[in-house]
């Protein structure tokens, strides 16, 4: 919101700006146009004093009634006050204008000068039209429009007419950047509502993680102290990246491919021989940004809903990049549909997280066999747009 009022001031300074420049670039082009005018300090003078009642006008307005509708919603006290503003403009133009007009002096009429030696004259009436004729040119000496020369506004009421549209226009671009601020409020509100819904899905996808492996581990102690021992140490790395990267918006693929080898080692000191493990990763990463723990959430569902001890179990997970894009798979043998619906809450908030952060920006195709079950996602390499996450 600071970035929207900053705005608005230094709109009304070019604005007064400009206005203050026009006044002697007017006088200036009417000097050089042959108007029996003066050109110089005081003229500029004269003519910015002219507008200082305007300028108070909109300082008055701007400042201190249009905050009273704009921000505060008063709308009875800022028809009063502004009311009352133009009264009181009124009120000085017309009393400017009428102390003007009596201090103002008729320029004497021209004298005529007569030569001493020339001889007296007598006056030759004048010709000219007839009097109809007269009456239907009117008098010269006189501006059109209105019987009697007069023209058609007197000057003050002109001034109010000027006020009255100065105060509609303020009016107008205050209400223009109330709404670009209420837009801006409203962005910050969803990056804000955004931001609390991706912290939640991280608390739960954590815990959820951290549990089943834990209880992998436990599974171990009784059977083998050495896997188990093996296993602490890779979990010690797990908790590494989690207490480091975990909390971050993106990080690089490079950082997630590693944390997915720590965990299927993790799984392989486990599983041993009873589940065949592959996984296939590049070999060399560049820039490529994508949200922690994001692609962990499948293997761990894969590894917790595709392993049997009383069938034949496999997971296969695969990275490829190419064309400015990250593409997982991930394939795991299949126990049982009833099981297979319940993917626990991991899988849940990845569809969610992928939601909020990539929009419609992102393919992810679930297949569902007798036998497998597999996923494959593809996504932009470049960091999502929620740079502020």
């Known amino acids: 919101m600071e970035k929207e009022t900053r705005q608005e001031n230094i709109f009304y300074l070019i604005l ?18 042959g108007h029996s005018l003066t050109f110089g300090a005081k003229e500029m003078i004269s003519a910015w004093l002219a507008i200082l009642p305007f300028l108070a006008l909109f300082l008055i307005h701007n400042f201190l009634i249009a905050p009273q509708l704009i921000k505060k919603r008063r709308t009875a006290l800022y028809l009063a ?25 008729p320029l004497p009429p021209p004298q005529k000068h007569i030569h001493a030696d020339a001889p007296e004259r007598r006056p030759v009436p004048e010709r000219g039209p007839a009097p109809e004729m007269r009456q239907r040119q009117g008098d010269p000496g006189k501006r059109p429009g209105r019987p009697g020369g007069e023209p058609p506004m007197r000057p003050e009421t002109m001034k109010i007419i000027m006020g009255i549209l100065l105060i509609g226009a303020n009016l107008g671009a205050k209400f223009f950047f109330e709404a670009r601020r209420g837009e801006r409020r409203m962005e910050l509100l969803k990056t804000e509502h955004l931001h609390n819904r991706l912290e939640s899905l991280r608390y739960q996808i954590n815990p959820h993680f951290f549990m089943n492996t834990l209880n992998n581990i436990h599974a171990l102690v009784d059977i083998d102290p050495d896997k ?141 066999k007798p036998t497998t079950y597999s996923i494959c996602l593809q996504l932009p390499a470049a960091p999502p747009d929620h740079h502020e996450l």
């Open 16 to 33: 007064w700006t400009l206005i203050f420049a026009a006044a002697p670039v007017r006088l200036l082009f009417r000097w050089l146009s």
């Open 81 to 105: 006050l502004l009311s009352v503003l133009l009264v009181a403009f009124g009120s000085f133009i017309f009393l400017s204008h009428n102390n003007f007009s009596r201090q103002g002096h």
């Open 228 to 368: 188990a021992k093996e296993s602490i140490e890779e979990f010690s790395k797990l908790m590494r990246f989690v207490l480091y990267d975990g909390d971050r918006p993106t990080i690089p693929l490079a950082r997630e491919l590693e944390y997915l080898d720590h965990y299927i080692s993790l799984m392989r000191i486990r599983y041993a021989d009873s589940v065949r493990i592959s996984a296939a990763f590049p070999a060399e990463t560049a820039d490529e940004q994508i949200p922690p723990l994001l692609l962990a959430s499948f293997v761990e569902n894969a590894f917790k809903h595709g392993v049997s001890y009383e069938r034949e179990s496999f997971i296969e997970v695969g990275v490829t990049l190419g064309d400015g894009m990250i593409r997982f798979s991930c394939e795991n043998s299949r126990q049982g549909a009833e099981q297979q619906r319940k993917h626990g809450i991991g899988l849940a908030n990845v569809r969610q997280r992928l939601d909020l952060l990539y929009g419609g920006n992102y393919t992810l195709e679930i297949q569902e």
